[in-house]
């Protein structure tokens, strides 16, 4: 009986060695190609003249960005000003501007519902609505899901897709993509969304990065992780804070509370794609 209880337990624990060893050389793997990076997302800061602790709430998590080690890029994912004036967006992008690293942003319905035009405010300070970029082999694709007219729900426009499209073609089906926009791309929140689905559905799509709900979610879009991060505000019980997002043979989520020298991993998921060695931005 002992001896078949020690059986069992030995090979249990050549299992967990096994796949132990295994993700000990996927992380090597990873660190010697240069794939091993990690970037911030910001998202829902809210800025208004009314609120000012929401602009001191942005000065301190791009100081304390500006002071972390190996931050490759910054994401905004939108709601930038409270009532999408262009003195907030301003502000911000001053504040934006201070970072040591690349940035890039997107709006998000606070931004757009109060423009008559949809992003021609935003665009006047931000030159642009959507972007994108490719860090190592991984290309970034952010855009509008915003609407004007005093519209608060979600919609990609038909300019919007077809500036997508275009993205998708020229990347090829292969080329590992991370969207980025303001609303979560479920039907309740965007009212086309099983038509952007339907676009990017041959694409190898490893995650849809937003904010909208100020707090971290999770959803699956027809096999898409759509994650949701919180809102860089603070309030009377929750300080100020941010997301660092990882991605080496995985893709990890932390939220870093600003002060903080411990952030919380809160969701992990496996990256598919390959390494290369390649290492272009764009």
């Known amino acids: 009986m002992v001896s078949r209880l020690l059986f069992f337990f030995l090979l249990i624990m050549k299992r967990v060695l096994t796949l132990l060893v295994f993700e000990l050389l996927l992380a090597f793997c990873f660190l010697v190609l240069g794939q091993s990076f990690r970037f911030a997302l910001l998202t829902d800061m809210h800025l208004s003249p009314d609120l000012p602790q929401h602009t ?134 965007v009212g086309n969304r099983d038509a952007f689905l339907l676009v990017v559905n041959h694409y190898n799509v490893e995650a849809i990065l937003g904010g909208h709900y100020h707090r971290n979610v999770f959803f699956d879009e027809d096999g898409i992780p759509d994650v949701l991060t919180r809102t860089l505000q603070s309030n009377a019980f929750v300080p100020a804070g941010y997301s660092l997002i990882e991605v080496d043979h995985a893709i990890r989520f932390y939220e870093k509370k600003v002060g903080d020298s411990h952030p919380f991993l809160w969701l992990t998921f496996p990256f598919h794609a390959q390494p290369q060695k390649s290492a272009s931005q764009e």
């Open 56 to 189: 001191t709430d942005l000065q301190r998590a791009v100081h304390e960005i500006d002071s972390l080690k190996q931050v490759a890029f910054v994401i905004i994912g939108g709601d930038i000003a409270d009532k999408g004036d262009r003195l907030s967006l301003l502000v911000a992008k001053k504040l934006f501007d201070e970072l040591n690293v690349p940035y890039y942003v997107v709006p998000g319905n606070h931004d757009t519902r109060y423009c008559p035009t949809t992003t021609t405010t935003f665009d006047s300070v931000f030159q642009y609505h959507h972007f994108t970029f490719t860090y190592q082999h991984i290309q970034f694709i952010g855009f509008n899901t915003g609407q004007g007219h005093g519209v608060n729900s979600g919609w990609v426009s038909d300019p919007e897709m077809s500036w997508i499209k275009g993205q998708l073609q020229k990347a090829g089906t292969q080329q590992p993509l991370f969207f980025v926009t303001h609303f979560p791309l479920n039907s309740s929140d």
